[in-house]
């Protein structure tokens, strides 16, 4: 009878475990203008659309990331990989556009209703607003 009640009560432990993971919303879907304050100082633009867990991401100016002819003015596909209330982190997958273009991972968090902030994997600080 004891050995039945062990698995039982670690599968109960489980599941309870399981709900008590934040859910993963949608409400940053939609489009957001991006600004990314870089070492040099120069603020380089970017636009974003996102929904349904995927996206788009547009530099809007020039940057060192965009070195190649090849990524200029091309629509980077986003994957997000955490989307929940107090966070939103997602990947820009420059090379599936061309082997030379970046992957541009970010980390933000909500400081107000229609504004994000937080970081880039490469240490730039980014800020993300609803138009």
């Known amino acids: ?6 698995p039982l009560l670690l599968c109960t432990l489980s599941a309870s475990a399981a709900f008590a993971q934040p859910s993963e919303t949608a409400e940053f879907d939609g489009k957001w203008n991006v600004s990314i304050q870089s070492a040099t100082g120069r603020p380089h633009t970017a636009k974003l659309t996102l929904g349904d867990f995927a996206g788009t991401w547009l530099e809007a100016t020039s ?11 091309k629509k980077f596909p986003v994957t997000v990989q955490t989307s929940q209330t107090t966070e939103l982190e997602f990947m820009a997958w420059g090379s599936s556009i061309a082997p030379n273009c970046p992957e541009i991972s ?3 968090r909500p400081v107000s209703p229609k504004v994000l902030e937080g970081k880039l994997a490469s240490g730039e600080s980014i800020r993300l607003t609803r138009p």
Not at 63 to 72: G, H, N, V, Y
């Open 1 to 6: 009878m004891r050995t039945a009640f062990i």
């Open 63 to 73: 940057s060192t990331r965009l070195q190649a002819k090849a990524c200029r003015g």
């Open 106 to 108: 970010v980390k933000v």
